[in-house]
Each structure stands twice: as C-alpha cells, then as structure tokens.
C-alpha cells in the first residue's frame, strides 16, 4: 500500500473491516427507531466484527443511552461507536519508546508462526533508525535460513547492524552475542527476533523462557520489552495466543499486522477491552511506511468508515 499519508494508508487499510461493520450497521439502522431489537441487532453485528462480547455489550449500552435523545440515524450512531471504541483504545495507545536508561533497550518479539514477525522488526528498525537511533537486530530465528536473509536485508535497508548465525544455531546463545554487540557498539535498541512458534508446543514455549533468561545473565533487567506479533486475520483466537504466552513470558505489549488483509480489524479492541496491554504499532500493509505507532483515534473512526476527527500525518 503504497503512497499518500498514513491516514489515508489506515483507511485504505481497515477497508474491508469497515466494509463489513459500516454495512451491517447500515442494514440494521435504517431510519428505524433505536429500541430493544434494534440494539440486539447491533450487538450482534458488532460481535460478529470481531470486537467481542464485551465490548460489544459495552458498546451498546452506550447506544441505549443516546436512545433518549434521538440520536438513531446512522452516521449518529457510527459517530458514538467510534467515540466509544476511541474511549477503550486510548489507554493502551502507547507507542513503543526506548528507555534511555537502558542501552541498548532490548526488545524481544515473539508470536506464532506467519504472524510477521521478522518484517515486523524490520519496519521497526526502519522507524527507529529514520529517528537518529542506532539499532541492533538478532537473527534469533535460528530455525529459518530465509528469516535470517530476510532480516539482513531489512538491516541493509535500515541501516542497523545484524548479528546472526548459521541456520539451525542455539537461538539463546545467539541474543546472548547479539546484547554483547549492542552493548559493545553503544545501540539504543535491540530487536531480537524468535522462531514462530505454535502456542500450544511445551518444547518452543520452553525455548523462548530460555532466550529471556539468557539475556538476564548480561543485563539483568533484558528484555525491557516483550512485544507479541498478532496477526489481525486470526480474528478472536488471537487472544487465545495472547493468554498462552503471558504464561511464558512478560508481555509488555502488542503489534497488530495484517489488518489490509482482513475484516476482522475489530479484535484489536477485543484485544485492548481484554488485555489493556500497549498497543505500540499497527500494519496495514507491505511498505516500511505501512507499520506505525498505534492511535486511537483515527483507528477508531478508520474501523467505523468515517473521517477522523483528529487528522494523523
């Protein structure tokens, strides 16, 4: 998704999320009067975009109350959804800053297989380095020799150092090497990438408290971040990925990828409503410039199909 600003990339982006929503939202309201089968209607709908029961609860409990004021037409009631779902993302739109206390900050991303991790770090890294930053990547996802060539490419891009090895290396003892590097080279940040790993596989699941613990033998208090990749087409089993791997590691906070690709853009307020974990970035598409730091705003009006009233560069 090339071109245009990054507004307009979300919009384009969360199309066919908002298609779906906009649509069944249309269908129901129709100059009808907002009553009890009306919100019923509309529960459902938003159930079925993937925001989740409670949310959706939520989200028409707050319709109900703009009942009394006559507020049925449709763009009314697109207007309060997003103003509602605006109200539960803002607290977890917090963007992913290095802590200058801690050089390098160490970031480790973890997620299940195919959710984009790799390229995640790399847009990453993109970011960060157009910031002035010097950034560090780990090549720790040993089991893949394309993930290892694709993360130097995307070094070569950025501009950031790669320390990597041999495919089939011991991924533990590679982000050990790599926080030398970074420390050794004076990085701001390290983004140490990890094999996708299946959420119910005990053994890979081991494997990644080992790399955590690992890098506490150097630093003590590495990772300061542990980002999970979510891929937005698995819907409502992202949050079943969510569960299962705050069982293994600190999550500190979530990427959504893939929302281009998908209707189901509104499990990312299931997400939020759940978790309350930071969403630091969002992808809508291929490009470097299409993962950016999260907010709420203009993902909330973008999910609903109508202008932002908060204009993102």
Do not use: C, Y
Request: charge should be neutral.
């Amino acid at each position: 998704m090339a071109g245009g600003s990054w507004l307009q990339r979300l919009k384009q982006g969360l199309g066919r999320s908002a298609g779906k929503l906009g649509q069944g939202i249309a269908g129901i309201v129709g100059g009808r009067k907002l009553d009890a089968a009306m919100l019923q209607e509309i529960e459902e709908a938003l159930i079925a975009a993937d925001l989740g029961p409670q949310v959706a609860a939520r989200l028409t409990a707050a319709l109900a109350k703009s009942a009394s004021r006559g507020e049925t037409d449709e763009e009314s009631v697109r207007r309060l959804l997003a103003s509602e779902i605006a109200a539960i993302l803002e607290p977890v739109a917090r963007p992913l800053r290095p802590d200058p206390a801690h050089r390098p900050h160490v970031v480790l991303v973890v997620g299940v297989n195919g959710t984009g991790k790799t390229t995640t770090i790399g847009k990453l890294a993109h970011f960060f380095a157009g910031e002035g930053r010097r950034v560090v990547l780990a090549a720790g996802d040993t089991f893949r020799a394309a993930a290892i060539e694709q993360l130097k490419i995307w070094g070569e891009r950025s501009g950031a150092e790669v320390v990597a090895r041999a495919q089939g290396s011991d991924a533990a003892g590679l982000a050990f090497e790599a926080l030398e590097r970074a420390k050794a080279i004076d990085a701001d940040l390290l983004f140490v990438d990890t094999a996708g790993r299946l959420h119910n596989k005990a053994d890979l699941m081991a494997e990644l408290g080992k790399v955590t613990r690992v890098l506490a033998k150097l630093d003590p208090t590495a990772p300061h971040d542990v980002i999970l990749v979510l891929d937005a087409t698995t819907g409502q089993n992202a949050i079943r990925q969510v569960e299962t791997f705050r069982e293994t590691v600190k999550l500190t906070g979530l990427v959504v990828t893939k929302l281009d690709g998908t209707a189901k853009g509104g499990v990312l307020v299931a997400l939020a409503e759940k978790f309350a974990l930071p969403v630091v970035a969002i992808g809508v598409g291929e490009a470097a410039e299409d993962l950016r730091p999260f907010e709420a705003s203009s993902f909330a009006h973008s999910l609903l199909g109508i202008d932002n009233e908060r204009p993102v560069a």
